[in-house]
């Protein structure tokens, strides 16, 4: 069956911290959109030549029926990448199609505890499963970014601890993958009981650091882990979807 495109209205642009742009769409074309209850639901985006547009894949933020309003962040690094670009200067009016949603994680109830953890490609999501969880919910929350100014809000329970790992100018990983993020996971506290955890993120460090750590050291089943790389450092969509399927032969 050939996905569902939709095509959307840019209704407003918003800048949540120096790398993160939200671009809220809404009418005409909202009701063409069927969420999914996925807290990772994705859409892809159909950017540049109607003929031979480029797909890129973002998280939905969120969607507001009252408001037939769908928000989506893009992390933008100046003129770098496609996505980034366009949501810095996307103008109220303008049309953007796209497939899906697609998704496969919502925070567990059942779960004792939650393990979140991402760099800022990794914040929609993040945010979007902390503000499901129940309020009483105990969760541990790991997000890389550069410094303090590019902290955003996120709501969220009384028992859940949200930890911002600075780069503070180290960029990148080394070549086993270790980043500030996957120091900051594998040294925070493991609590006791079942964990749900969900981790996404530069590939490298999810894929080589983290995801072993959490599968192999704690013992996680794969029925209680969500972990993927959402992209991977010095590489565009396309190849890291090559990447991928390199890495899942290579495993198999």
């Known amino acids: 069956?050939?996905?569902?495109?939709?095509?959307?209205?840019?209704?407003?642009?918003?800048?949540?911290?120096?790398?993160?742009?939200?671009?809220?769409?809404?009418?005409?074309g909202f009701g063409e959109f069927e969420p999914n209850d996925f807290t990772d639901a994705y859409v892809k985006l159909l950017l540049g030549d109607s003929e031979a547009p480029t797909m890129r894949t973002y998280t939905v933020r969120s969607?507001?029926?009252?408001?037939?309003?769908?928000?989506?962040?893009?992390?933008?690094?100046?003129?770098?990448?496609?996505?980034?670009?366009?949501?810095?200067?996307?103008?109220?009016?303008?049309?953007?199609?796209?497939?899906?949603?697609?998704?496969?994680?919502?925070?567990?109830?059942?779960?004792?505890?939650?393990?979140?953890?991402?760099?800022?490609?990794?914040?929609?999501?993040?945010?979007?499963?902390?503000?499901?969880?129940?309020s009483d919910a105990v969760a541990r929350v790991y997000i890389e970014i550069e410094d303090a100014a590019h902290e955003v809000p996120i709501d969220h329970g009384p028992k859940v601890d949200v930890i911002w790992v600075h780069r503070a100018g180290a960029d990148g990983t080394g070549e086993a993958g270790e980043s500030p993020l996957s120091r900051a996971v594998l040294a925070g506290d493991w609590l006791p009981g079942q964990v749900h955890a969900f981790v996404h993120g530069e590939a490298q460090t999810v894929m080589h650091v983290i995801r072993p750590y959490i599968r192999r050291t704690r013992g996680v089943g794969a029925e209680w882990a969500s972990i993927s790389g959402y992209w991977r450092r010095g590489r565009n969509e396309e190849s890291f979807r090559a990447w991928k399927r390199d890495l899942a032969v290579a495993e198999q």
């Open 1 to 28: 069956m050939a996905r569902r495109i939709t095509t959307l209205t840019v209704a407003r642009r918003e800048q949540l911290s120096p790398s993160l742009v939200r671009v809220v769409f809404g009418d005409p």
């Open 63 to 134: 969607v507001d029926p009252d408001r037939r309003e769908i928000a989506i962040d893009f992390v933008v690094h100046g003129d770098e990448g496609v996505a980034g670009p366009w949501a810095a200067r996307a103008e109220a009016g303008e049309q953007l199609s796209m497939l899906g949603p697609g998704g496969a994680y919502r925070p567990r109830s059942d779960a004792d505890w939650h393990l979140l953890a991402g760099d800022e490609s990794a914040i929609p999501a993040i945010s979007a499963a902390v503000e499901a969880l129940d």
